[in-house]
């Protein structure tokens, strides 16, 4: 039997490596993959609660999640593409269109 | 039973997450993010939550990863991986994370949990984690499944605009 804490240790876990990843990287993609990391997070501590309380909302809700993930991915990745046409780019401080 | 596999999938989804964050080269710490995922599916088994399993592995390993590397594939990955990789402002980041540690640490550990509940299929009464996840997706939450198809639209537009090539006129 699997306690609840040891699901929030864990998505907690996760969360902070993936904020850390989002802080400390300058490329691009690993930041878009650590936001992914981020996401996955949240999931594992909605399917904690949802089999604690053996309530469906939580699974739903981590559904939802996943295609939110998804739409981000696709619009964060056009805009890496169309950042890339003319030279390559792939640090974060590079980009500072605009910065003032 | 259940526990050490819990402890294995956990395990496994720390070292490849810290992996995939330290990597250098983008298609590793990809792969690494869809190793990640596939004991992230694990767990979920572990947690009754096997229609997600599922989903994590065809939708997430196998949809949004593939976007990731076909997308890296496109771009010129080679010139980043000769460069610096860490942010100057890791300092203050590590600060940030430090906080954001102790904050969760202490919420969790005031915590009150109630004891768990059983799902009602292993009980008998509903026919189980697939039907019972339908059943309440187009009843209880049809309205944001519907606002998520529209979101789903306007990502995908976007995401077109964004990166279709500049027609002159």
């Not at chain 2, 990640?36 to 939550?49: I, K, Q, R, S, Y």
Request: hydrophobic content about 60%; proline content about 2%; glycine content about 6%.
């Amino acid at each position: 039997m699997i306690p609840l804490s040891h699901f929030l240790t864990l998505g907690a876990v996760l969360f902070l490596i993936g904020a850390a990843g989002v802080l400390m990287r300058r490329n691009v993609i690993i930041i878009l993959l650590s936001i992914e990391l981020m996401l996955n997070a949240v999931n594992v501590t909605l399917i904690g609660f949802s089999r604690q309380w053996a309530d469906l909302s939580g699974q739903v809700f981590a559904i939802f999640v996943i295609a939110v993930a998804a739409c981000e991915a696709a619009v964060g990745l056009a805009i890496l593409i169309s950042l890339n046409r003319d030279k390559t780019v792939m640090n974060v401080d590079e980009v500072n269109l605009l910065k003032w | 039973m259940e526990l050490p596999f819990f402890y294995l999938f956990s395990a496994g989804i720390v070292i490849t997450s810290l992996f995939m964050i330290t990597r250098s080269n983008v298609i590793h710490a990809a792969l690494l993010l869809v190793l990640t995922f596939f004991f992230l599916a694990g767990l979920f088994v572990l947690a009754g939550a096997e229609f997600l399993a599922a989903v994590q592995v065809l939708i997430y390993s196998g949809g949004i990863m593939v976007l990731y590397l076909f997308s890296i594939m496109l771009m010129n990955v080679q010139v980043a991986v000769r460069i610096r990789q860490w942010h100057r402002q890791r300092f203050f980041a590590i600060l940030i994370l430090l906080v954001l540690g102790f904050e969760i640490w202490s919420v969790l550990g005031k915590g009150v949990f109630p004891k768990m509940k059983v799902w009602p299929w292993k009980l008998g009464a509903t026919p189980g984690n697939v039907e019972a996840l339908g059943s309440v997706l187009y009843t209880k939450f049809v309205f944001p499944f519907e606002v998520v198809s529209i979101l789903l639209l306007a990502s995908m537009i976007g995401a077109i605009v964004l990166a279709k090539k500049k027609i002159d006129s």
